[in-house]
């Protein structure tokens, strides 16, 4: 009968190591993620303001049947 070699002893501080790091970089892209969406969201109300000026200057203007009559005075 053979004996049986243990492949890998791992210590409790690899453990702890490699879950903090893992713990480390969910935290980092959580961060990330929270700042993008308010970076997103800002952006949309910017070009929301932009979209609400544009339509209203196009309100505004009349249709080629519309428009009065051109008044020409003579100089």
Known sequence: MK???KHQVKS?????FWGSATVAVVAGQIYV????RL???AF???MD???IE???NSFYQMEKDD???IKYYDL
């Not at 409790?12 to 702890?16: E, G, L, P």
């Open 3 to 5: 004996n049986k070699k």
């Open 12 to 16: 409790r501080f690899y453990y702890i």
């Open 33 to 36: 993620g929270t700042g993008y």
């Open 39 to 41: 970076m997103s969201g």
């Open 44 to 46: 949309h109300r910017i």
């Open 49 to 51: 303001a932009v979209s």
């Open 54 to 56: 544009t339509q209203k």
């Open 67 to 69: 428009c009065p009559p």
